[in-house]
């Protein structure tokens, strides 16, 4: 069965930072890309960064390049992103998603999400 | 960057046939994938490539796509179905993954 597990979210105050952590299970995790996607409080879903299976390819929402560092580690099974200089505007819910079946481009299993919440 | 627009909401009498749209330039090219999303929960992929199902989605969800829209049909639409759908795509351009703003399904 597919997992996927975040954790690290939680209240930090506005200019602070903090690593959000993705712990995958059930698929060979080096073989496809992993992504992240937020939903802040009462809006829709946001593309937030993609990395590829070797780290080779990575890519990020536009507006959050600079602020945002996505990582992974293969063997630990795991993905990360590191979020800098926070802002009310970061509130969301950080989900964790992969493309197993339906393609690389597609988010076919999905994390619970985990909420990080700015306070300014 | 590329935009997917999608009405804000949309509501259905049960037994009847819901079509929810998402359109953006030259959609037609690209392939769409579509999300359900009930409060609370992670969003769920329902259509991928425009019109194939995953393993398990009932056969009510149906998906197409052409020229500037695409869109997701639900048949004998029914209180369960009830949820926000989010139209995506991948931006070839740009290597983005791309959302609609999201489609709140209301059934009356």
């Known amino acids: 069965e597919v997992q996927l597990v975040e954790s690290g979210g939680g209240l930090v105050k506005s200019g602070g930072s903090l690593r959000l952590s993705c712990a995958a299970s059930?698929?060979?995790?080096?073989?496809?890309?992993l992504n992240w996607v937020r939903q802040a409080p009462g809006r829709g879903l946001q593309w937030v960064s993609s990395?590829?299976?070797?780290?080779?390819?990575?890519y990020y929402e536009d507006s959050l390049k600079g602020r945002f560092t996505v990582s992974r580690d293969n063997a630990r099974k795991s993905v990360f992103l590191q979020m800098n200089s926070l802002t009310a505007a970061d509130t969301a819910v950080y989900f964790c998603a992969v493309g197993i079946w339906a393609g690389e481009s597609v988010f076919d299993f999905w994390g619970r999400g985990t909420l990080v919440t700015v306070s300014s | 960057s590329y935009v997917l627009t999608q009405p804000p909401s949309l509501s259905v009498a049960p037994g009847q046939t819901a079509r929810i749209t998402c359109g953006g330039n030259?959609?037609?090219?690209?392939?769409v994938h579509w999300y359900q999303q009930t409060p609370g929960q992670a969003p769920v992929l329902v259509v991928f490539?425009?019109?194939d199902r995953p393993s398990g989605v009932p056969h009510k969800f149906s998906g197409s796509n052409s020229g500037s829209t695409a869109t997701l049909t639900i048949s004998r639409v029914e209180a369960g179905d009830e949820a926000d759908y989010y139209c995506?795509?991948?931006?070839?351009?740009?290597?983005?993954?791309?959302f609609g703003g999201g489609t709140k399904l209301t059934v009356l």
């Open positions: 990395i590829s299976s070797g780290s080779h390819y990575i």
């Open positions: 490539n425009n019109e």
């Open positions: 030259d959609i037609g090219s690209k392939n």
């Open positions: 059930g698929f060979i995790f080096n073989s496809h890309t």
């Open positions: 995506q795509v991948w931006d070839v351009n740009t290597d983005h993954r791309i």
